[in-house]
């Protein structure tokens, strides 16, 4: 019927093409190999030749793409250029970017972190500290480490940082310790850097930051880690961006320490990745209506600005023919008015246990589809939107090829031969990993198959055309 096109790894060295399916699945199309920094128009060019190579003489049938770069370029001209494209950022992605501003703009997170890199080097690098930190960590932890000093202080790296912030902070009582050792007093008196580092270590306000920093970057790659895991829709976007936010709050009244730096940030981030579709899959998902005093439910409207309202009526328009669309704006004022019947709105908000992780999920993730295509097929023309709009992914998340992949792809030169063979290699390691809906990065996952593209191009071919 439809489909939508992930493209993921734009910021790396193979771009993988995935298509996903209305009926929840994902089946992998190519890889893409490219080498630096690409320009949007070359990215442009090879999204609309994996659309044209999937749907033909039908393009309508790709109603969108969702990709980790090329928001404010390729995504954005394509979806000009083609009115009935939904082309959305991976939210995965713009969490991961939210941490980089934070890191480059905020003066707390550049202070944060030249404190602790003070404080690790020192720790490290000092015979007789490094000697009663490892002392009082051993009877603290039963074991001893050193502090993670990031190789590289770029700007654009949060994991690094996080490290030597995990570090410093389950270390806290032993460097507590350490600057109350009699056998260091004479080492931390000694010269102007150490005397600063005791200072700093017994100042409250140090650890308060620390702390706070620390809070913040966990607390943003926590949602980025259930966006992964959850694969995140559309019509979850408002709802994500707003528990963001109230947990934002919460984070600068505990602290106290963001002097509203970071909301402004959130915004930015939010109004950069915002596109209307969140608004108007928001609005149409059955699975976010509400119920009201009267036992009706009805769509969320009152939960949008009077701008994401506009955007939801100029999205839908956009996305019938001119002739469907004063229909369409009048079944989304029934649609606004009367909502779902209590019966059905219960069953697609049905929730159940899942056995694996203990949470609580929906029961039947494609009825919000289904009740569109069956019982509200009434609404002819925004059923058409609907049913497209809340099927979309707002994630690339999914196949990654993992080291051992990356490095025999290399390892084996750019020759047409060579290039065949690991687009073979990639397509049966993508299918099979889908077929077990198992992502893991895992290297001996693979290790079969790296053995098979060494060996037998005749066994390789079988396997090809067995999962295929």
């Given at each position: 019927?439809?489909?939508?096109?992930?493209?993921?790894?734009?910021?790396e060295?193979?771009?993988?093409?995935v298509?996903?399916?209305?009926?929840?699945t994902?089946?992998?199309?190519?890889?893409?190999?490219?080498?630096?920094?690409?320009?949007?128009?070359?990215?442009?060019?090879?999204l609309?030749?994996?659309?044209?190579?999937?749907c033909?003489?039908?393009?309508?049938?790709?109603v969108?793409?969702?990709?980790?770069?090329?928001?404010n370029?390729?995504?954005?001209?394509?979806?000009?250029?083609?009115?009935?494209?939904v082309?959305?950022?991976?939210?995965?992605?713009?969490?991961?970017?939210?941490?980089?501003?934070?890191?480059?703009?905020l003066?707390?997170?550049?202070s944060v972190?030249?404190n602790c890199?003070?404080?690790?080097?020192?720790?490290?690098?000092?015979?007789?500290?490094?000697h009663?930190?490892?002392?009082y960590q051993?009877?603290?932890?039963?074991?001893?480490?050193m502090l993670?000093?990031?190789?590289?202080?770029?700007?654009?790296?949060?994991?690094?940082?996080?490290?030597?912030?995990?570090?410093?902070?389950?270390?806290?009582?032993?460097?507590?310790?350490?600057?109350?050792?009699?056998?260091?007093?004479?080492?931390?008196?000694?010269?102007?850097?150490?005397?600063?580092?005791?200072?700093m270590?017994?100042?409250?306000?140090?650890?308060?930051?620390?702390?706070a920093?620390?809070?913040?970057?966990?607390?943003?790659?926590?949602?980025?880690?259930?966006?992964?895991?959850?694969?995140?829709?559309v019509?979850q976007c408002?709802?994500?961006?707003?528990?963001?936010?109230?947990?934002?709050?919460?984070?600068?009244?505990?602290?106290?320490?963001?002097?509203?730096?970071?909301?402004?940030?959130?915004?930015?981030r939010?109004?950069?990745?915002?596109?209307?579709?969140?608004a108007?899959?928001?609005?149409?998902?059955?699975?976010?209506?509400?119920?009201d005093?009267?036992?009706?439910?009805l769509?969320?409207?009152?939960?949008?600005s009077?701008?994401?309202?506009?955007?939801?009526?100029?999205?839908?328009?956009?996305?019938?023919?001119?002739?469907e669309?004063h229909?369409a704006?009048?079944?989304?004022?029934?649609?606004?008015?009367?909502?779902?019947?209590?019966?059905?709105?219960?069953?697609?908000?049905?929730?159940?246990?899942?056995?694996?992780?203990?949470?609580m999920?929906?029961?039947?993730?494609?009825?919000?589809?289904?009740?569109?295509?069956?019982?509200?097929?009434?609404?002819?023309?925004l059923?058409?939107?609907a049913?497209?709009l809340?099927?979309?992914?707002?994630?690339?998340c999914?196949?990654?090829?993992?080291s051992?992949?990356?490095?025999?792809?290399?390892s084996?030169?750019?020759s047409h031969?060579?290039m065949?063979?690991?687009?073979?290699?990639?397509?049966?390691?993508?299918?099979?990993?889908?077929?077990?809906r198992?992502?893991?990065?895992?290297?001996?996952?693979?290790?079969e198959?790296?053995?098979?593209?060494?060996?037998?191009?005749?066994?390789?071919?079988?396997?090809?055309?067995?999962?295929?």
């Amino acid at each position: 019927m439809f489909l939508q096109i992930a493209s993921d790894g734009w910021r790396e060295s193979l771009v993988s093409l995935v298509v996903n399916l209305p009926n929840g699945t994902s089946v992998y199309r190519r890889a893409v190999l490219v080498n630096g920094a690409v320009p949007a128009n070359y990215a442009e060019e090879v999204l609309l030749e994996t659309v044209k190579g999937i749907c033909g003489n039908s393009p309508q049938r790709c109603v969108g793409i969702v990709s980790d770069k090329f928001n404010n370029k390729a995504l954005k001209s394509l979806e000009s250029q083609h009115q009935w494209m939904v082309n959305l950022s991976c939210q995965h992605q713009e969490l991961k970017s939210l941490i980089k501003d934070f890191i480059k703009e905020l003066p707390l997170f550049k202070s944060v972190s030249r404190n602790c890199m003070r404080l690790a080097k020192f720790t490290n690098d000092t015979a007789e500290i490094r000697h009663a930190h490892r002392k009082y960590q051993m009877q603290e932890h039963g074991e001893s480490i050193m502090l993670r000093v990031p190789l590289h202080c770029k700007d654009c790296v949060f994991e690094p940082l996080f490290n030597l912030l995990e570090d410093v902070l389950s270390s806290a009582r032993a460097i507590h310790s350490v600057m109350h050792d009699d056998a260091c007093k004479a080492v931390l008196m000694e010269d102007h850097t150490a005397r600063e580092v005791r200072e700093m270590v017994g100042d409250q306000g140090f650890w308060n930051e620390v702390e706070a920093v620390h809070a913040l970057i966990k607390l943003v790659k926590e949602m980025a880690r259930r966006i992964e895991e959850e694969k995140l829709l559309v019509g979850q976007c408002l709802p994500l961006w707003d528990e963001l936010r109230a947990k934002v709050k919460d984070w600068d009244s505990k602290f106290n320490v963001g002097e509203g730096h970071v909301e402004k940030l959130v915004e930015r981030r939010f109004k950069k990745s915002y596109h209307p579709a969140w608004a108007a899959a928001f609005i149409l998902d059955p699975l976010y209506l509400i119920r009201d005093s009267s036992g009706k439910y009805l769509p969320p409207f009152k939960c949008l600005s009077p701008e994401q309202e506009k955007d939801v009526d100029k999205l839908i328009t956009r996305l019938v023919s001119r002739e469907e669309a004063h229909i369409a704006l009048m079944e989304l004022m029934k649609w606004r008015t009367e909502g779902l019947d209590p019966m059905y709105a219960r069953a697609v908000q049905m929730k159940e246990r899942d056995p694996v992780t203990g949470k609580m999920r929906i029961a039947n993730p494609q009825s919000s589809r289904l009740v569109w295509e069956t019982y509200l097929s009434e609404f002819r023309s925004l059923g058409k939107v609907a049913v497209r709009l809340i099927f979309l992914h707002a994630t690339t998340c999914g196949f990654k090829c993992n080291s051992s992949l990356l490095k025999w792809v290399s390892s084996h030169g750019r020759s047409h031969a060579a290039m065949d063979r690991a687009q073979k290699m990639i397509f049966i390691s993508a299918n099979s990993k889908f077929e077990r809906r198992d992502f893991s990065n895992e290297e001996d996952r693979d290790a079969e198959l790296l053995a098979m593209a060494n060996g037998d191009e005749n066994l390789l071919n079988d396997v090809l055309v067995d999962t295929s």
